[in-house]
């Protein structure tokens, strides 16, 4: 099973969702977990889950399905969350602000007590089959008035706030998902909470648990600590020269300018 390191009572509610047929909706930055938790609770649940990464450029037809041209002629093709609500299973729409409001309304009807897609180009309203579970996130620092979900929409849901595990809970997970020692966890963990505890750097994104687990691979697979972190943690966090020379003084605080102690 995929590993997942609960924080609160997560699991607990999402189960409860899960029982109830109510959609869930999450919300945290990039790269706390909301996706491994999907699939995770997935597995658990014994559920297929079909994930969508949601861009300007989605249509309702990406999501439900369309026509398509064989050498027999004309077919009809389900899309991910069509599939989801005839098998019971999970569509989980990630980053779901991304998409546009025209295409998020075909999921009103799932999201309430009708439980019903209507597909209007083959004239079927399905209806949800038992197990079926509507999940969606997005991340809040990322909204603006033109990409927000609107108050129909998100009133549907149950919401859970995602952030970035404790320092103990963190290292766990990087420890486990890198198979890197403790002390290396821990320092990476102490690098991540000091870069997020910066407020006079121009940063869209903190360092995130996942940018974690990337460096610790490198330095399992023989980068030096120091190249390992430029290059998995510091550099995908800016490309100005000026923040990221000013943020690997925090990694040579941390590790030692030579950059090979660990």
């Keep these: ?28 930055p990039t790269g706390c977990g909301k996706t491994r938790f999907v699939r995770h609770m997935a597995e658990k649940l014994g559920r297929p889950v079909y994930t969508v990464a ?9 999501l439900v399905g369309r026509h398509l041209i064989g050498p027999e002629g004309t077919y009809w093709q389900d899309g991910p969350l069509t599939r989801a609500v005839r098998e019971g ?32 180009r083959t004239g079927e309203v399905l209806t949800a089959a038992p197990g079926f579970m509507l999940v969606v996130s997005y ?5 603006s008035l033109l990409k927000g979900m609107k108050p129909s929409t998100r009133q549907r849901f ?15 997970i990087v420890i486990e998902e890198s198979g890197c020692d403790r002390e290396l966890a821990e320092r990476l963990v102490n690098l991540a909470r000091s870069i997020r505890n910066l ?48 943020l690997m003084e925090v990694v040579y605080a941390v590790f030692g300018r030579s950059g090979e102690g660990q």
């Excluded at 949601?54 to 990406?62: F, K, M, Q, R, S």
């Excluded at 991340?139 to 909204?143: A, D, E, F, L």
């Design 1 to 28: 099973m995929t590993f997942y390191q609960p924080a609160g009572n997560e699991i607990e509610l999402f189960q409860a969702a899960a029982n109830n047929g109510l959609p869930v909706l999450i919300k945290g």
């Design 54 to 62: 949601c861009h300007d450029d989605l249509t309702a037809a990406d």
């Design 89 to 120: 299973g999970i569509c989980y729409l990630d980053e779901v602000v991304e998409a546009r409001k025209d295409t998020t309304v075909v999921l009103h009807p799932l999201a309430d007590d009708r439980r019903e897609l209507p597909i209007e």
């Design 139 to 143: 991340n809040p620092g990322y909204q």
């Design 158 to 172: 149950v919401s859970m706030s995602f952030d970035y595990p404790g320092a103990a809970e963190e290292q766990t």
């Design 199 to 246: 407020k006079d750097h121009d940063l869209e994104e903190a360092a995130s648990t996942r940018l974690l687990i990337h460096t610790a691979h490198l330095v399992r697979a023989g980068v030096p600590v120091g190249e390992a972190c430029r290059a998995g943690m510091i550099e995908p966090l800016s490309d100005d020269e000026a923040t990221v020379s000013a």
